[in-house]
């Protein structure tokens, strides 16, 4: 084997070297490295936005809801509904004896029949002078009177049944044919539960901190049925002055009809705050004037004071004077000091995208290169 063929081996043992750990330095990178320069590992700055959880005990209703009344008093001759039946808008749920009401609207039909009759005849005898304009007023008013005791009849007649007003699942009822009821009887409720509203309390330090169109999560009590998300619909305008809340609804669908009203619900909100640098726990440093980071300027350590704004699994959001894309010392922070010459490996930050690595060992392979040149 020659010399050419010694030297490319060896410098491909050092290029798989500089891609899987620090490579050991070069003769030519340490004649150009100050002497006292410290090597560290450090992450590329980036900025989240603060996040705080919110949870809140929510109480949900059907999207529409209704308890049907009996709307007059009257005996019940038929029931038509089974409870936790669907149902349509208009159906039939209960029926009243209508008897009376049937015959009352055949005789307002015969009483407007007979005063249109008059009118028309007193209408077409006016021109001729036989009928006074008093005596054709007097109709026309027996005639609008007749049609108004005929609709009168008729609404009187529909209220013998109690329909659907929309469409939805029916509840129980206590009422059975041949009961009695009146105006104060409860016949059923009706619930459109296709969504449902929960409505919750929020502490009134985050006013303003939500908006409509916000996702939230609600999880039930018991936990048999899998988180569903939500989104706010309206938010209260009051704050109560006795828990210092304000109320937030949000909408859920219920396409598998796994919810009820009434539920209660376990709320939880992410609420976005101010946009703050992150870096790993490691990176922050305390002193006699509070917490700071080692940021890398131009290839020396540099002291950057700092306020911690929220901790996180690993990682601190800060408040200082730092921009996107600062180098920030992760590891080897106890030989900093300010203006020491650093040379870093970048690592990629726990839970956030992959940086682009930016290391010396780029320097390892051009010196490799020249070698075999």
Same mark, same amino acid.
């Given at each position: 084997m020659n010399k050419v063929h010694v030297i490319a081996l060896a410098c491909s043992s050092l290029l798989l070297a500089a891609a899987c750990s620090e490579a050991p330095e070069s003769a030519t990178q340490a004649q150009s490295r100050p002497a006292n320069e410290v090597r560290v590992i450090a992450e590329v700055l980036q900025f989240e936005r603060e996040r705080t959880r919110v949870e809140a005990v929510g109480t949900s209703r059907a999207r529409l809801s209704a308890e049907l009344y009996a709307p007059t008093s009257g005996e019940v001759v038929s029931v038509n509904f089974e409870p936790g039946q669907a149902v349509k808008a208009g159906d039939v749920l209960v029926e009243l004896d209508s008897r009376e009401e049937k015959l009352a609207v055949r005789v307002a039909e015969l009483r407007l029949e007979d005063a249109a009759r008059l009118y028309d005849r007193y209408t077409r005898s006016a021109d001729s002078g036989a009928v006074l304009p008093t005596a054709l007023d007097a109709a026309r008013i027996a005639a609008e009177t007749a049609r108004v005791e005929l609709d009168r009849a008729r609404i009187a007649l529909a209220d013998r049944t109690i329909e659907a007003v929309f469409d939805g699942y029916v509840g129980s009822t206590d009422v059975d044919p041949g009961d009695r009821v009146n105006i104060d009887t409860l016949i059923t409720t009706l619930?459109?539960?296709?969504?449902?509203?929960?409505?919750?309390? *929020? &502490?009134? !330090?985050? *006013? @303003?901190? /939500?908006? %409509?169109?916000?996702?939230?999560? /609600?999880?039930?009590?018991? @936990?048999? %049925?899998?988180?569903? !998300?939500?989104?706010?619909?309206? *938010? @209260?305008? =009051? *704050?109560? &002055?006795?828990?210092?809340?304000?109320?937030?609804? !949000?909408? %859920?669908?219920?396409?598998?009809?796994? /919810? =009820? &009203?009434?539920?209660s619900f376990r709320v939880r909100i992410d609420v976005q705050g101010e946009l703050y640098g992150v870096v790993s726990e490691t990176g922050v440093q305390w002193g006699a004037d509070g917490a700071f980071v080692w940021s890398v300027v131009n290839g020396q350590a540099t002291r950057v004071p700092v306020q911690i704004v929220q901790r996180r699994e690993g990682r601190v959001l800060v408040n200082g004077a730092l921009a996107q894309g600062d180098i920030i010392v992760v590891e080897g922070t106890q030989r900093m000091r300010d203006g020491l010459p650093v040379s870093y490996d970048v690592q990629r930050l726990a839970g956030s995208p992959a940086a682009e690595p930016v290391s010396d060992t780029a320097d390892v392979a051009t010196d490799a290169l020249a070698v075999l040149d």
């Amino acid at each position: 084997m020659n010399k050419v063929h010694v030297i490319a081996l060896a410098c491909s043992s050092l290029l798989l070297a500089a891609a899987c750990s620090e490579a050991p330095e070069s003769a030519t990178q340490a004649q150009s490295r100050p002497a006292n320069e410290v090597r560290v590992i450090a992450e590329v700055l980036q900025f989240e936005r603060e996040r705080t959880r919110v949870e809140a005990v929510g109480t949900s209703r059907a999207r529409l809801s209704a308890e049907l009344y009996a709307p007059t008093s009257g005996e019940v001759v038929s029931v038509n509904f089974e409870p936790g039946q669907a149902v349509k808008a208009g159906d039939v749920l209960v029926e009243l004896d209508s008897r009376e009401e049937k015959l009352a609207v055949r005789v307002a039909e015969l009483r407007l029949e007979d005063a249109a009759r008059l009118y028309d005849r007193y209408t077409r005898s006016a021109d001729s002078g036989a009928v006074l304009p008093t005596a054709l007023d007097a109709a026309r008013i027996a005639a609008e009177t007749a049609r108004v005791e005929l609709d009168r009849a008729r609404i009187a007649l529909a209220d013998r049944t109690i329909e659907a007003v929309f469409d939805g699942y029916v509840g129980s009822t206590d009422v059975d044919p041949g009961d009695r009821v009146n105006i104060d009887t409860l016949i059923t409720t009706l619930d459109d539960r296709s969504s449902l509203f929960v409505s919750f309390d *929020i &502490p009134e !330090a985050f *006013i @303003g901190e /939500l908006a %409509v169109g916000d996702e939230v999560q /609600l999880e039930t009590w018991s @936990g048999k %049925v899998p988180v569903v !998300a939500g989104e706010i619909v309206d *938010i @209260g305008s =009051r *704050i109560d &002055p006795e828990n210092r809340t304000f109320v937030a609804r !949000a909408r %859920v669908r219920n396409d598998n009809d796994a /919810l =009820r &009203p009434g539920m209660s619900f376990r709320v939880r909100i992410d609420v976005q705050g101010e946009l703050y640098g992150v870096v790993s726990e490691t990176g922050v440093q305390w002193g006699a004037d509070g917490a700071f980071v080692w940021s890398v300027v131009n290839g020396q350590a540099t002291r950057v004071p700092v306020q911690i704004v929220q901790r996180r699994e690993g990682r601190v959001l800060v408040n200082g004077a730092l921009a996107q894309g600062d180098i920030i010392v992760v590891e080897g922070t106890q030989r900093m000091r300010d203006g020491l010459p650093v040379s870093y490996d970048v690592q990629r930050l726990a839970g956030s995208p992959a940086a682009e690595p930016v290391s010396d060992t780029a320097d390892v392979a051009t010196d490799a290169l020249a070698v075999l040149d």
